[in-house]
């Protein structure tokens, strides 16, 4: 029988966290009353001691709009490898059993996590060694598998659309063409969707390795019909065909991964270059992942919260909320982490774009 459940937020930050943690608060506390605390800062919270504050209905009130998460998050500290100093470098340490037993000390029955593919699958580890763990899906990137799609996805999409509505004019203005570099490391569902929604001319995704020498012709050819500016829409992730991915910095020690960023200077520089046609880049970064989160993700964190909650009454651990069509379902943790939800190159989003006349890099 639950009494008192945890909740943390692991991973990037995303639109709709607050949404999640209100639903299982009030979920928890007015039918079922129960207790709640949050864990602080994601795992961290349980690798330093229980970092918690308990959560009650005045404590979520007024967040449903707020982005971020007011329990705070770190896509570090992964307890299966985690880095301790060793004279001038690190060494990788399994602490999980730190974790396990500073959730027993927080004094939760259950514990719900909120992440994306990495914190996801340390969840499924420790609900292996017995700690009771209901997951809920987070990324903006839309990269996982298992649910039809994540919270925060919606209002990146949102937020790059406006920001292509607004580059459209200056464009036009100037006669430029202006690159566009979006988030999706792996997955270029973001660039896709937003890039259809905002009328791009040139969409770049890392599942479909593009030619420069493609893209120029893309362009050459608008300007023969006589247009004269140029949006081009590209993944961070994105990769010219036989090249890398353009990483900022290297994943550290205790960095959990490479940053990536830069592949928008490089197809700007390219098309400047071969067409002589002035051009800039904007990258928009971070602006993706904060701010209000759109209507559609407050409600979709809202039902992941409200259905984890009944998850865990149900005894259902080791599952993970999931929106299969119109409906929120228990789906295995396992199933969303075990292969990466990506765009497919002969789908019907990919065929729409190009079926649109918008150049997809091949
Ligand atoms: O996974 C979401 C994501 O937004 C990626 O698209 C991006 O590469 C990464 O997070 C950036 O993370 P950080 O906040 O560590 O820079």
Redo the contacts with the bound molecule.
Sequence with gaps: MIKSIAILTG??DCPGLNAVIRGVVRAAIIKRGWSVVGIQDGFDGLIHGPQTIPLDLDSVRGILQRGGTILGTS?RGNPFRYPVPEGETFKMVDISQRVVDNFRKAGADALVVAG?DGTLKIARRLNDMGVPVVGVPK???NDLCGTDVTFGYNTAVGVVTEALDRLHTTAESHHRAIVVEV???DAGWIALESGIAGSADVILLPEIPFHIEQVCKHIDQRRQDGRRFHIVVVA?GAVPVGGHKVVQATAGQNCG?E??GGIGHQVAEAIQRRQGIETRTVVLG?L??GGTPSAFDRILGSRFGVKAVELLERGEFGKMVALVGREVLATEIDLAVATMNRVDPQGNLVHTAEALGIMVGR
């Design positions: 991973g990037g896509n994306g990324t903006i990137d988030m999706g490391r961070e991964t940053r990536l971070h993706q992942r």
